[in-house]
C-alpha cells in the first residue's frame, strides 16, 4: 500500500487505523509542522533583511498649512511619521492629529518584570527535548513504532532536532542582539500540535496490548511532551522580560504578565477580583489600561489612516485584523456547540446496547464530554474579549473625534440651510438628519413650538448650529455606546451563527433526510421575519433616540436655567413641557417593547412549527415510521438550529442600530469648521509686511456666507469694517447696545464668517507651537475674557494659572490687580476653593474677575476683553482700570476692550472705535473722538481722572474694593454656595463636590422595592407569578408529552428513551447578544430544548401509533406556551414603562422642587447623567434583565423538583456544585459591582467636560489651547474604560469558571453512569445526565443576570439618589392663601430677619429691619460679601428665616406657598437667561399676553425704537458713515416675535439679552420688582432711557446696583454691610453725611459730582410732589 493512503474509515470501532497513526500522526503531520515553521522563519528574515537596507519610500510632504491645532506638535513623536496626508484627509480644516502620544508616557514610571526562571525553563525544555531525540534514535535502532516505524522514527528525529536547534538558540541568543524574534511561539505551536499527534497513539498503546519497548517509548514519549505543554502553557507568552508602565500611583495591568493559559481562563484578573472580595474598589485599586489601549495611541494611529468610504466602512476595515481573529475563535465555539449533543447521543446508544464496543470507548466519550465544551468556553471567551478591546478602541475614536470636532465647530448664530438642503433630497436619510439636524424645512414640526416648546426649526437650518448641545452630548454618551457595544459582539453575525447553521443543518439532513426540508424552509421563511421585526425595532430605536434628544436637550436647558424657572415658578409649567416629551419617548419605547414580545412570541412558536411540518411529512408523506431516536435527535436539533437563526435576526436588528448611530456621529463629523486658521493664517503680517491687528475693508456675517431668512433678512452684518488698532496700547470699542462690539471681537479672533476684505490678529497658532519673546516674557498669542465669564471646572488657581507655569509674584500681583485678594479670605479654601460648572459657585463679579485674572496672568501679548467691567461695582470697576488694565502688569501688551464705560476708560485709551448697527461710526485716537462729541459731552467737560490713583503702586486691594458678592459668594442668580469665613466647615475635609458618590455593597432592598412599587400594586404582581409559573409549567409539559409518545414505541421501562436538557442552550446564552437576548435566549432554551436522544430499535417491535393525536397535542402545548410568553413579555414590559414613567416624573419634581443650594454644589453634568444614562437603562434594559432573572429561577426549581423525584442520588452532587457556583458567583457579584459603579460614575467627569467645551470653545479657541483640552479628554477616556473592560474581564473569568464547573457535573454524571452500568436503564441515565447539565447552566444565568440586574438596579439606586434629595416649601399652602390681587400697594417690611446658608455657617443677615413704602424705589449697596444677594434670595425665600419675617402688604411670607409669593414678585438677574425658541416664547413662554402688550414692553426696554413699528421697518440708528438702504443694515430681529433665539441665547448680545429678561419682567407688570444688576451690560445712553422708564412704573423697585448713577436719583438707598443694615435712608440726605459709607462709595467712583447732583435734582422733585 502506497505511503498515506489510508482505507477509510480511519476510526475502526475504538481508535484510529494503525495506517493512519503511522503513515499520518507519525510522519505527514509532524513533518508539515516542521517545514511551515522553517519557511516562515526563512521568510520573516529576508524580509527584515530587505527592510533594513531599504530606506523608507516615503517622504512626508511638507505641510505648511496651519493645519495643527489638534495635531501632534513635531518635537514630541517620531514614531508617527507615517502621517502622510492625513491631516490633508480626515480634517478638511484646521487640524490634523491630536496632540497626543507620548503625553501617555510624560511623567510615567517604567519598570523592567522578568518571568520567575526566566533561564531555567529554557534548560528543561533543552533537556526533555534532548529526551524526545533520544527517544527516537532507540525507537529507529529497535524498530518498535509500528507501520512504518523506521520513517515514523526519522520523521520524529528531524521534527525534534530541529526543535532542539530552536531551543538553544533562545537558550543562547534570547538576550543579545542577534536574537531572532517570534521563536518562542515556535516552539510553543510545536509542542501543542505534537502533543495532540501523541495523545492518540498514546491511547492505543493504553487500549490495545502492543509491545513492550513500545509501551515503554510511546509512554515516555507523552510524558516528556506533557511535561514541554505544560511549560508552554504556564510561562509567560514569549517568557521575555515586559516593561511594565506605572502612570503616577496607577499600577499597570497584569495582563502582559500572564501566561499563556492564564490568558485563556482569565486567571491574571484573579488580583483583582480578590481585591474586590476583600474591600471595596476604588478608581486605585483599578489597574492601568495597556499602552496600545490608551485613547491617545489608539486615536494617533487610526488618523494616520485615511479615510476614503463611509465612517461605518472605515471602521470596520481599520478593524479588520482583530476582527478576523475574533471569527476565527468564534468558529471553532460554534463548530463545537453540537459536541455534547452528540456525545450524550453516542454515551445512551451505548448503555442500551453496551456489548456493541468495548468500554475504552465508552471512556473516551465521558471524557471527551467535558474536554470539547471547555474548548468551547474558551473559545467564546476569547472572541468576547476581543470584541470588548475592539470595543473600548471604537469609543475612544468616536468620543476622540467628536471632541475635537466640538473643538473645531463654527461658532453659532448664522442661518446657513444648505447642509440641510442638500442632505434632505436624498429622501432615505431623512429620518437620520431629523435627528441630528433640527431641520427648519419640516412642516410637521410647527405645532411643537407653540406649546411653550423650544422652536429649534426656526434656529436652524444653520450648518453651524444643526447639532446642539444636547445632540452632541447625546451622541457622546449614547450613540458611541450603542456602536462600541455592537461591535463587541460583531462575531455573531460574521462567523458563530453562519458556522452553527451549517453543522446543524448537515446533522438535520443525516438524521432525517428529505423530511428535515420542511422544517428547513419554515426557518428560511422566518429570517425576512426576523429582519422586518429588526427593522421595526431598528425603526423604534431612532424615534426613541429622537425623542431621548429632545427630551434631553430640553431638560438640559431647565436645569442650565432652574434659577430663573424657580424665580417665576413654572417649575410646574416646564415639567409639562419635559413631560410632553418625555410621553412621546416612551410612546416609542412601547412600540419597541411591544415588537420585542412579538419577536420573542415568534422564538417560541418556530421550534412547534417545524417539529410539526417535519414529523407531518415524515410519518405522512414519507410513510415512515417514526422512531423516538429519529424524533427526538431531530426535535434537539431543531432547538440547536434556533439559537443561531435567533442571533441572526437580534445582531441584525443591533447592526442597523449601530449603524444609525454611526450615521449621526459622521453627519456631526462632516459638519462646517470654523474658518478660524484660514482668515488669521500663522502671522498678523499685512502684504506691506507691516504687523498690525485689525481688519482691512472687511465685511463680516454670522452664520453661511449667504445665509438669507426666509424675510429676506440675513443674520447680523458688520459692515465695510476697516480699523488698525494700536498694537502695545489700549482699543477701547464702544457703541450702544447690539451695536456688534462683541461681534467685532469675535471677527478678531475668526470666529465669523468673513464675506471679503482681511483680518488681522496673532492668533493663528496653536499657543504650545509659538516661542515666547525672553525680554518680555511674552508670546504672540491672544487671551481673551468673554463677556458671560467662562471657567472650567477646577479650583480658582487652576482656572487662573490656565495650565501656565506657576510664577509666584506674577500671580501674587494679578490677583492684587484684579480685586480678587478680599474675596479668596472670605471663601473657606481660597484659591483652593472649587469653581463648579460655569462658576457656579461665584458671583457674577468673581467670575468675571477670575477669567480676567486668566487672561493677564497668561504671557500673550494681546488681550482681548469684552465688557469686563459690567459685572463688577464702580469703585472696583474704577479700581480694575486703573490697577489692572493701565497697570504695570499691562506694560507693552495690547488691550482692546469693549465697554459701556466710555467716562472712566475713554480719557486715557489710545484708540477708540465706535460702533453702531454694525458700522464703524467714528473711530481714532482718543482725543479726536472724545472731541466729535460722539461719547456725550460729560466727558468732554470732564478733564482727565486724576493720576492719584494710577499711581499708587497697589500691594493689596483696599478692603472697600471687591464686588458685589456676598459673603456667602452667591451668584447673583442666587446660586446659594455656602461659604463663609467661619471656620465650622474646617474640620471637615474639603469634599469635592464635582465628585459623584458611589453607593458600596449590594444594592439596597429598598432601591430593588421602590423600582417593583413603581412598577405595580399587589394585583400586578399576582398576575405576573400567576403567568410565569405557567408559561414555564407549559414547557416542562411539552417534555413529558414526548416522553409520554417515546413510550408507546417502546414496550419495556428498559428501554424509555430519554429526555434531554441540551447542553447546547449555554452557548448560545453565554455570550448572548445583549440583555434583551439573554433574558429571552436563558429563558427559552430551557424550558424548550430538553430533548430526547435517539436509541436504535429494529423495526419489527414497533407498535402501531397514533401519530396524529401526538402530534397536535404536541402543536397544542408549544402554541399555549407562545402565547403565555407573548402574556408574560408585555405585561410586564407595561410595568416597566409605568415604572419608567413614574420614576421620570419623580425625579424631574423632585430636582425642579429641590433647595437652591442642591443646584449650587451639583455640577451640570451628573444631573444630566441621571437623565439621559440611568434613565435610559431603566427604560431599556430593566425590563429585560428581570424577565432573565425571575425565568432562571423558576427554570432551577423546576429542573431540582424533576431531578428530586427520578434521581435522588444526584441531589447530594447538586448541593455540592451548588456551593462551588456561590463561592465563584460571590467573587464575582462584589468586584463586579464595584467595576459597574466605578464605570458610571467616570462618564459625569467625561460629560461634563464635553459641555464644558462646547460652552467655552470660543475662549479655548481664542488661547490657543485646543490640544491640552484635548489630552484632558482622553484621560478622562482612559479612566472610564478602565472600570469598563476590568469588568468585562471579571465576566469572561466568571462565564469560563461557571463553565467549567458545569463540565465537572456532566463528568462526574457519566462517570456514574459507568459505575452502574446494568444496574441503571437508558431512561434514568439520559435524564439525569440531561438535568445535570441543565442545572448547572441554569445557575450561570442565574449569576450573571442577577450580577446585571444589581447593575442596572444601580441606574436606580442613583436615581433614588437624587430623589431624597431636600426639597423647598410647599408650592400651594391651601389653609393660608392671600388675596387674589395680592400685593395691591408693594410695601415690603423686614423685620428682625436673620438668616444662615447652611446650620454650621455664620448669619449672612443679621437681624436686618427696614420698610420699603408702596411704590417706593430702593437701591442696595455695599462691599463684597455685604449680603446684597442674600437680601433679593431672601424676599424670594431662596433663604428661609432663621428669625425674624418678611411682610409684603402685611403678609408673612414664610406662612404662604411659594408660587403664590414667587408669581406675585418678579426678579430680573445677573445673568440673562434665555430659551431656545423665539423672542415671543422667551418673552411669554405660556402664551398669557397678547402682541400688542409684548411690543409695549419691548419699548419700554428700548430694543424697539420709539419710531419703529412693528410691521417690519428699517432700524432707526443709521450709522453715520453710509447712506441708508435696505439692504446693508442689519434688521432689528425684535420687530418680528418669531426671531429665533438660540440655546441660552447665543445669538443676542449679552445687553440685548439682559434687556429681554427685563421686559419679559415687565410684561407680568409686578407690583415688586428685584433688579439684579439687571443692566450692567448696556450701555449708559439705553441705561438712562430704562432708568426712566422705571421710575415710571406703578411698582415698588428693589435694585441692586454698581453703576451708583443707576441708584442715585432713587427715593431711598440702603447700604448693607457684614449683613446687617449700615445706613438706610435718601441718596442725597447719605451724601452729606461725612465719612458715611454710601459718600465714600460714590468718592471713590471718580463721579462725585454727577452723583451728587442727580441725587439733589431727585431730592427736590421729591419734596415739589410732596408740598404739593
Request: aromatic share 8%.
Amino acid at each position: 500500500m502506497s505511503f498515506a493512503s489510508c482505507a477509510w474509515p480511519v476510526w475502526r470501532i475504538d481508535d484510529f487505523t494503525t495506517c493512519f497513526q503511522s503513515d499520518y500522526l507519525q510522519i505527514l503531520f509532524p513533518l508539515i509542522l516542521v517545514a511551515s515553521s522553517l519557511l516562515h522563519l526563512s521568510l520573516h528574515a529576508i524580509y527584515r533583511n530587505v527592510r533594513s537596507r531599504w530606506p523608507d519610500t516615503y517622504h512626508r510632504v511638507p505641510d505648511n498649512s496651519n493645519r495643527n491645532h489638534t495635531e501632534i506638535p513635531p518635537e514630541d513623536d517620531d514614531s508617527l511619521s507615517t502621517d502622510d496626508d492625513e491631516a490633508l484627509s480626515i480634517h478638511a480644516s484646521g487640524v490634523g492629529r491630536l496632540a497626543l502620544v507620548k503625553t501617555t508616557s510624560r511623567g510615567s514610571v517604567v519598570q523592567a518584570d522578568s518571568p520567575a526562571g526566566q533561564d531555567l525553563s529554557v534548560i528543561v525544555e533543552e533537556v526533555a527535548v534532548c529526551g524526545l531525540v533520544a527517544i527516537n534514535i532507540v525507537a529507529l535502532a529497535t524498530s518498535a513504532f509500528a507501520g512504518r516505524g523506521q520513517l515514523a522514527a526519522v520523521a520524529g528525529l528531524v521534527a525534534w532536532v530541529y526543535t532542539l536547534v530552536l531551543v538553544t538558540l533562545r537558550l543562547f541568543l534570547g538576550n543579545t542582539k542577534w536574537r531572532l524574534p517570534q521563536l518562542w511561539d515556535h516552539t510553543a505551536f510545536i509542542y501543542g500540535f505534537q502533543w495532540l499527534f501523541t495523545v492518540a497513539i498514546f491511547r492505543s498503546v493504553l487500549v490495545h496490548t502492543k509491545p513492550k519497548t513500545t509501551q515503554i517509548l510511546v509512554v515516555a514519549e507523552f510524558c516528556l511532551m506533557t511535561l514541554l505543554l505544560g511549560i508552554a502553557l504556564n510561562t509567560r507568552k514569549g517568557n521575555k522580560t515586559v516593561v511594565m508602565e506605572w502612570e503616577g500611583d496607577i499600577e499597570p495591568s497584569r495582563e502582559p504578565l500572564a501566561s499563556v493559559l492564564s490568558l485563556l481562563t482569565f486567571s491574571w484578573i484573579d488580583p483583582m477580583l480578590w481585591q474586590g472580595y476583600k474591600e471595596p474598589l476604588e478608581m486605585k485599586n483599578v489597574w492601568n489600561l495597556l499602552p496600545r489601549d490608551k485613547a491617545a495611541i489608539i486615536l494617533a494611529n487610526y488618523r494616520q489612516v485615511k479615510k476614503t468610504t463611509s465612517l461605518a466602512l472605515h471602521l470596520t476595515k481599520y478593524f479588520q485584523a482583530l476582527l478576523v481573529i475574533q471569527c476565527a475563535w468564534a468558529i471553532l465555539s460554534g463548530a463545537l456547540t453540537f459536541a455534547p449533543t452528540l456525545l450524550l447521543k453516542a454515551i445512551l446508544e451505548y448503555v442500551e446496547k453496551p456489548t456493541a464496543s468495548p468500554r475504552s470507548v465508552l471512556w473516551l466519550y465521558v471524557i471527551l464530554l467535558p474536554l470539547s465544551d471547555i474548548i468551547r468556553s474558551i473559545a467564546d471567551g476569547q472572541a468576547l474579549w476581543i470584541g470588548r478591546k475592539i470595543c473600548i478602541r471604537i469609543r475612544a475614536i468616536i468620543i476622540g473625534e467628536i471632541y475635537a470636532k466640538a473643538l473645531r465647530r463654527k461658532a453659532a448664530s448664522g442661518q446657513d440651510a444648505v447642509l440641510g438642503n442638500t442632505e434632505s433630497a436624498k429622501l432615505t436619510r431623512l429620518d437620520k438628519l431629523k435627528i441630528l439636524l433640527r431641520l427648519k424645512k419640516r412642516p410637521d414640526k410647527k405645532p411643537d413650538a407653540a406649546n411653550g416648546d423650544v422652536a429649534k426649526e426656526d434656529v436652524s437650518g444653520n450648518a453651524d448650529e444643526q447639532a446642539n448641545l444636547g445632540t452632541i452630548i447625546n451622541l457622546m454618551s449614547v450613540d458611541s455606546f450603542k456602536i462600541s457595544e455592537c461591535t463587541s459582539y460583531l462575531h455573531f453575525l460574521l462567523a458563530s451563527a453562519p458556522s452553527q447553521l451549517v453543522v446543524s443543518i448537515f446533522l438535520l439532513y443525516r438524521v432525517m433526510g428529505l423530511s428535515a426540508i420542511p422544517g428547513l424552509i419554515v426557518m428560511v421563511l422566518l429570517l425576512p421575519i426576523n429582519i422586518a421585526l429588526a427593522k421595526g425595532f431598528n425603526y423604534t430605536q431612532r424615534r426613541i433616540m429622537a425623542a431621548t434628544d429632545k427630551r434631553i436637550h430640553t431638560t438640559n436647558e431647565i436645569l442650565q436655567n432652574i434659577r430663573i424657572i424657580k424665580y417665576f415658578a413654572w417649575e410646574k409649567r416646564f415639567s409639562d413641557i419635559v413631560d410632553g416629551k418625555r410621553r412621546a419617548e416612551l410612546k416609542a419605547l412601547r412600540t419597541r417593547y411591544m415588537i420585542w414580545a412579538l419577536a420573542v412570541a415568534m422564538w417560541n412558536t418556530v421550534p412547534v412549527l417545524i417539529t410539526f411540518f417535519s414529523f407531518l411529512v415524515y410519518t405522512k408523506v414519507e410513510q415512515k415510521p417514526l422512531y423516538p431516536s429519529v424524533a427526538f435527535t431531530a426535535i434537539s436539533l431543531f432547538m440547536l438550529l434556533r439559537v443561531p437563526l435567533d442571533q441572526l435576526g437580534d445582531m441584525i436588528a443591533h447592526v442597523q442600530e449601530a449603524k444609525v448611530s454611526v450615521d449621526r456621529v459622521e453627519e456631526f463629523l462632516t459638519e462646517e469648521e470654523t474658518e478660524k486658521y484660514e482668515q488669521l493664517g500663522s502671522d498678523n503680517v499685512d502684504a506691506n509686511g507691516e504687523r498690525l491687528i485689525g481688519f482691512r475693508d472687511a465685511s463680516f456675517i454670522w452664520g453661511g456666507k449667504d445665509a438669507v431668512a426666509a424675510d429676506g433678512s440675513t443674520a447680523f452684518r458688520l459692515l465695510d469694517i476697516d480699523v488698525d488698532f494700536k498694537i502695545g496700547g489700549l482699543n477701547i470699542i464702544a457703541g450702544p447696545t447690539g451695536a456688534g462690539k462683541t461681534s467685532m471681537l469675535m471677527a478678531l479672533l475668526g470666529e465669523m464668517t468673513k464675506t471679503k476684505g482681511d483680518v488681522y490678529l496673532p492668533g493663528g497658532r496653536s499657543r504650545e507651537d509659538v516661542r515666547v519673546d525672553p525680554a518680555t516674557g511674552l508670546a504672540e498669542t491672544c487671551a481673551y475674557v468673554a463677556q458671560t465669564a467662562w471657567l472650567v471646572n477646577a479650583t480658582i488657581k487652576e482656572n487662573i494659572l490656565f495650565a501656565a507655569p506657576y510664577d509666584e509674584k506674577r500671580y501674587k500681583d494679578v490677583l492684587v490687580a484684579c480685586a480678587l485678594e478680599r474675596d479668596l479670605e472670605i471663601l473657606d479654601n481660597g484659591d483652593e476653593t472649587l469653581v463648579g460648572e460655569n462658576g457656579i459657585t461665584l458671583s457674577g463679579g468673581q467670575k468675571q474677575r477670575i477669567s480676567l485674572a486668566r487672561a493677564v496672568y497668561s504671557n500673550s501679548r494681546h488681550i482681548l476683553l469684552d465688557d469686563c467691567l459690567s459685572a463688577v461695582d464702580s469703585h472696583t470697576a474704577q479700581w480694575i482700570f486703573s490697577n489692572c488694565i493701565r497697570g504695570g502688569l499691562m506694560k507693552g501688551r495690547t488691550c482692546i476692550l469693549v465697554t459701556h464705560n466710555t467716562t472712566l476708560c475713554a480719557p486715557s485709551s489710545d484708540y477708540i472705535v465706535l460702533l453702531d448697527n454694525g458700522r464703524v461710526d467714528i473711530k481714532g485716537t482718543a482725543e479726536q473722538v472724545i472731541a466729535s462729541g460722539k461719547l456725550g459731552e460729560e466727558i468732554r467737560s470732564k478733564s482727565q481722572p486724576g493720576s492719584s490713583e494710577v499711581s499708587r503702586a497697589p500691594s493689596r486691594v483696599p478692603s472697600s474694593v471687591g464686588d458685589e458678592s456676598d459673603q456667602t459668594l452667591i451668584d447673583h442668580n442666587g446660586r446659594g454656595a455656602v461659604k463663609t469665613t467661619s471656620n465650622a466647615k474646617q474640620e471637615k475635609p474639603q469634599r469635592n463636590t464635582l465628585e459623584e458618590t458611589k453607593a458600596t455593597g449590594a444594592v439596597k432592598w429598598r432601591v430593588i422595592g421602590l423600582y417593583l412599587r413603581a412598577m405595580g400594586s399587589w394585583w400586578f404582581w399576582a398576575v405576573a407569578v400567576v403567568v410565569f409559573s405557567s408559561q414555564q409549567l407549559s414547557g416542562v409539559a411539552s417534555n413529558l408529552w414526548i416522553r409520554e409518545w417515546a413510550n408507546q414505541y417502546t414496550s419495556g421501562p428498559e428501554s424509555t428513551p430519554s429526555m434531554l436538557f441540551s447542553l447546547s442552550s449555554q452557548h448560545s446564552t453565554s455570550s448572548s447578544v445583549s440583555s434583551y437576548a439573554f433574558a429571552s435566549i436563558a429563558g427559552y432554551t430551557k424550558s424548550l430544548s430538553s430533548f430526547i436522544t435517539p436509541a436504535s430499535y429494529s423495526s419489527t417491535d414497533v407498535p402501531e401509533v397514533n401519530a396524529d393525536y401526538y402530534l397536535a397535542i404536541l402543536a397544542l402545548i408549544g402554541v399555549s406556551g407562545a402565547g403565555l410568553a407573548l402574556a408574560r413579555d408585555l405585561w410586564l414590559f407595561f410595568g416597566s414603562l409605568t415604572a419608567s414613567w413614574k420614576l421620570h416624573t419623580q425625579l424631574m419634581s423632585a430636582v425642579s422642587r429641590a433647595k437652591f443650594k442642591f443646584f449650587d454644589v451639583t455640577p451640570l453634568g451628573q444631573l444630566m447623567n441621571r437623565f439621559s444614562k440611568d434613565l435610559e437603562a431603566i427604560d431599556q434594559e430593566v425590563a429585560p434583565v428581570a424577565i432573565g432573572v425571575m425565568t432562571c429561577a423558576v427554570g432551577i426549581m423546576i429542573t431540582v423538583a424533576l431531578i428530586a423525584a427520578m434521581t435522588p442520588g444526584f441531589l447530594v452532587a447538586g448541593v455540592f456544585i451548588t456551593g462551588l457556583y456561590f463561592v465563584v458567583g460571590v467573587f464575582y457579584l462584589r468586584a463586579s459591582r464595584d467595576l459597574k459603579r466605578l464605570e458610571s460614575v467616570n462618564r459625569s467627569p467625561l460629560f461634563q467636560q464635553f459641555g464644558e467645551t462646547l460652552s467655552g470653545v470660543t475662549t479655548i479657541r481664542a488661547y490657543g489651547d485646543q490640544r491640552r483640552f484635548i489630552r484632558e479628554n482622553l484621560a478622562k477616556i482612559n479612566t472610564q474604560s478602565r472600570p469598563f473592560l476590568f469588568l468585562w474581564a471579571a465576566n469572561r473569568w466568571l462565564a469560563f469558571r461557571t463553565d467549567l464547573l458545569g463540565d465537572f457535573v456532566s463528568f462526574f454524571a457519566g462517570v456514574f453512569v459507568i459505575l452502574n452500568l446494568g444496574k441503571i436503564d437508558a431512561g434514568s441515565a439520559g435524564i439525569s445526565l440531561s438535568y445535570a447539565i441543565g442545572f448547572s447552566e441554569n445557575i450561570l444565568w442565574l449569576v450573571r443576570l442577577y450580577a446585571m440586574n444589581e447593575q442596572n438596579m444601580n441606574s436606580v439606586e442613583r436615581i433614588k439618589e437624587y430623589l431624597d434629595v431636600e426639597q423647598e416649601a410647599a408650592a400651594i399652602n391651601e389653609k393660608n392663601r392671600p388675596a387674589h390681587s395680592w400685593p395691591a400697594h408693594g410695601a415690603v417690611e423686614f423685620v428682625g430677619y436673620s438668616t444662615r446658608y447652611r446650620k454650621e455657617l455664620d448669619p449672612v443677615l443679621k437681624n436686618v429691619s427696614f420698610k420699603i413704602e408702596p411704590r417706593e424705589k430702593v437701591g442696595i449697596v455695599g462691599r463684597t460679601g455685604a449680603g446684597k444677594s442674600s437680601l433679593t434670595l431672601a424676599i424670594f425665600r431662596a433663604l428661609e428665616a432663621e428669625s425674624g419675617k418678611i411682610l409684603i402688604d402685611d403678609v408673612d411670607i414664610g406662612t404662604i406657598g411659594l408660587k403664590d409669593l414667587r408669581e406675585a414678585v418678579t426678579i430680573v438677574p445677573q445673568d440673562p437667561t434665555l430659551f431656545t425658541g423665539t423672542i415671543r416664547t422667551n418673552l411669554d413662554p405660556f402664551d398669557l399676553y397678547s402682541d400688542e402688550e409684548i411690543f409695549v414692553a419691548l419699548k419700554k426696554v428700548q430694543l424697539i425704537g420709539s419710531n419703529e413699528a412693528p410691521p417690519p421697518g428699517s432700524q432707526d440708528g443709521l450709522s453715520a458713515t453710509s447712506p441708508p438702504t435696505p439692504t446693508t443694515t442689519n434688521k432689528n430681529i425684535f420687530l418680528d416675535l418669531s426671531s429665533p433665539v438660540a440655546e441660552s441665547g447665543t445669538n443676542l448680545s449679552q445687553g440685548q439679552r439682559q434687556l429681554l429678561c427685563l421686559a419679559r419682567a415687565m410684561l407680568k407688570n409686578p407690583k415688586v420688582l428685584v433688579m439684579d444688576e439687571a443692566t450692567a451690560s448696556i450701555d449708559y445712553a439705553t441705561d438712562s432711557k430704562i432708568q426712566g422708564t422705571i421710575r415710571g412704573l406703578k411698582s415698588t423697585i428693589i435694585t441692586i446696583a454698581h453703576r451708583l448713577a443707576t441708584i442715585a436719583d432713587y427715593d431711598k438707598v440702603l447700604v448693607l454691610d457684614h449683613g446687617e443694615v449700615a445706613e438706610y435712608g435718601h441718596p442725597h440726605e447719605l451724601l452729606k453725611k461725612e465719612g458715611g459709607n454710601f459718600r465714600g462709595m460714590c468718592e471713590m467712583s471718580g463721579d462725585m459730582e454727577a452723583l451728587a447732583r442727580a441725587a439733589k435734582k431727585a431730592w427736590e422733585d421729591k419734596r415739589l410732589v410732596d408740598d404739593e
